[in-house]
């Protein structure tokens, strides 16, 4: 049993499990009422006086809670990251795994700190992460003091954390990832970080209390390969005292007050290949700096008071694979200084001042993968000029100005997977050019010109996973009728159309629909829950609800 219980000594630690925007306490479809404070039933509901029967997984885990010390089980990683009701009672249990415990994960939980009081004991533990806990203080952090094994240590949002509790953490001389997200008292506590040579990543994300005199003491941070500062009071000035950390690949400053000043140090490290200026104070002033940053990868800029001029100093940074220029005072002509760009696989020009005479000079863009065009002036006549443009991906045409023709010069694109035409003026005739599209995984047309005639060029894109016809207030059930040929659909909108809970059996054959929603049309939640119940078990997300 303890060797099921075991992961291999070199298995990286998975500190996030994904992202998670909401604590899974509080998601409606969670299902972990079994880790709920007892682990076996009352034998009697006080309601109703009546018998209940616990679920064979609550009676396992009762089983095993009550006969685990018989087994030889050596656990090594523990995560109960998000689940409910975990207080200092569990910490017992978890403790007592002494040596073994490698990683633990009780992100969200209601742990104290006098539950950290023995952590001491599991001296080999190398990951811990206590997210959102916001019960642990600086006396906490004086428990976790003597873990010199440590790799990974987490504390994203937690306001009780003070710079002087930093101390704690000097001698965590093994550190190599610290993540203080969103702690809003640690302004002055990262001189203890001096001595943490060999820490590779540190998040300060959405740390307000941060200014320049915080970043003196990164400076001896030489191995620091990733930085997050965004949200900070971080100038020009706290910058420059980063220009002898020249194994930093990532740099994230969106947010703070930086100018184009701080070009002058970052362009001292070399081997900078993520940099993130979004809603920053650039202007034209100073970003000629830019062009000595050969190694870029990716550059967002998006938010900035930038304009043509800057773009000039952008066409050297040939491995350029994204960039991001959403909202900036970007027109056609300055388009031409992206032409030698071949690597970029991502371009992001929404709302920038950009018309179809731009995009002649993307054409040769041949390895893009995604283009957001978004709130342009971008017509018809121009997306002809997309047409070298054979390995593209993910289209976003998210503007009023493009019709049937629009989407019949688009039709050499054959490697989409994505495509955006919400509010373009799409009517059952220009649907004829979707069959073209063989590879769409995803397709929006949300502009109100389609009928149920329009829907026959879609039900073939077998492809598809994601649909939204959502504002063709035409459809009716007859279009759910050819949508159920479409079986691998895991989201569905229909949002304002003429369908019906009639109409409803069509989707039965969907198996794999996750998402569906309904919203302003002639179908009640009942009919949608009972469609659930006993047709569609997949569902978890629909409207109305």
């Given amino acids: 049993m303890g060797g099921a219980c075991s992961r291999k000594q070199g298995q990286q630690v998975n500190e996030e499990g994904g992202y998670r925007g909401v604590s899974r306490r509080y998601s409606r479809n969670g299902s972990s009422k079994w880790l709920g404070a007892s682990f076996y039933r009352a034998a009697v509901d006080g309601k109703e006086g009546k018998a209940t029967c616990p679920s064979l997984l609550e009676l396992c885990i009762y089983e095993i809670c009550e006969k685990i010390d018989q087994y030889d089980c050596a656990l090594q990683d523990i995560d109960l990251g998000e689940y409910p009701e975990v207080d200092d009672s569990w910490m017992e249990v978890i403790l007592s795994q002494g040596s073994s415990l490698l990683s633990a994960d009780l992100s969200g939980s209601d742990i104290t700190d006098r539950a950290l009081f023995h952590i001491k004991d599991c001296e080999n533990i190398q990951a811990l992460n206590f997210n959102f806990c916001d019960q642990i203080s600086d006396s906490g952090l004086d428990s976790i003091s003597g873990l010199s094994n440590l790799t990974t240590l987490s504390f994203k949002r937690n306001n009780n954390i003070t710079a002087e509790g930093m101390s704690a953490l000097s001698g965590l001389v093994n550190l190599l990832k610290l993540d203080l997200e969103r702690c809003p008292g640690i302004h002055g506590g990262l001189v203890h970080l001096r001595g943490l040579s060999k820490l590779e990543a540190l998040n300060l994300n959405c740390c307000n209390c941060i200014t320049d005199a915080d970043m003196e003491p990164l400076s001896e941070l030489t191995n620091l390969k ?52 979004s809603r920053c104070k650039l202007t034209g002033n100073g970003c000629d700096k830019f062009s000595r940053l050969k190694a870029l990868k ?38 031409v200084n992206l032409a030698g760009l071949h690597r970029l696989k991502c371009l992001e020009l929404s709302d920038t001042e950009i018309g179809s005479n731009g995009l002649r000079h993307l054409s040769g863009l041949v390895n893009l993968k995604s283009l957001n065009l978004s709130f342009t002036v971008i017509t018809d006549g121009g997306l002809g000029n997309l047409s070298g443009l054979s390995t593209l991906r993910s289209l976003n045409l998210d503007v009023r100005q493009i019709t049937d023709t629009g989407l019949a010069a688009l039709t050499s694109l054959t490697g989409l997977t994505h495509l955006d035409l919400f509010c373009a003026k799409i009517t059952d005739a220009g649907t004829n050019y979707l069959r073209k599209f063989t590879n769409l995984q995803s397709l929006e047309i949300c502009g109100g010109g389609l009928t149920d005639a329009g829907v026959t060029n879609i039900k073939d894109l077998q492809s598809l996973v994601l649909l939204n016809l959502s504002q063709n207030n035409h459809l009716t059930d007859a279009s759910l ?11 569905l909108n229909l949002s304002n159309s003429q369908v019906t809970s009639k109409g409803l059996q069509h989707l039965k054959p969907l198996k794999k629909l996750k998402s569906l929603s309904l919203e302003s049309t002639k179908v009640s939640a009942n009919d949608i829950k009972r469609l659930h119940e006993y047709d569609l078990p997949n569902l978890v997300s629909f409207r109305p609800e």
Avoid: W
């Fill in 226 to 277: 990733e930085l997050q500062v965004s949200s900070s009071k971080v100038t020009d000035c706290g910058v420059a005292f980063l220009k002898g950390l020249h194994k930093l690949a990532l740099l994230n400053m969106e947010r703070c007050p930086v100018t184009a000043a701080c070009l002058d140090s970052l362009s001292a490290i070399m081997g900078l290949l993520y940099l993130n200026l």
């Fill in 481 to 491: 009728e050819l949508i159920a040929g479409l079986t691998q659909l895991v989201s």
């Fill in 298 to 335: 990716v550059l967002n800029l998006g938010f900035n008071d930038v304009s043509d001029a800057v773009l000039v100093h952008l066409n050297g940074l040939i491995n350029l694979e994204s960039l991001n220029l959403d909202s900036c005072r970007i027109r056609d002509d300055g388009l």
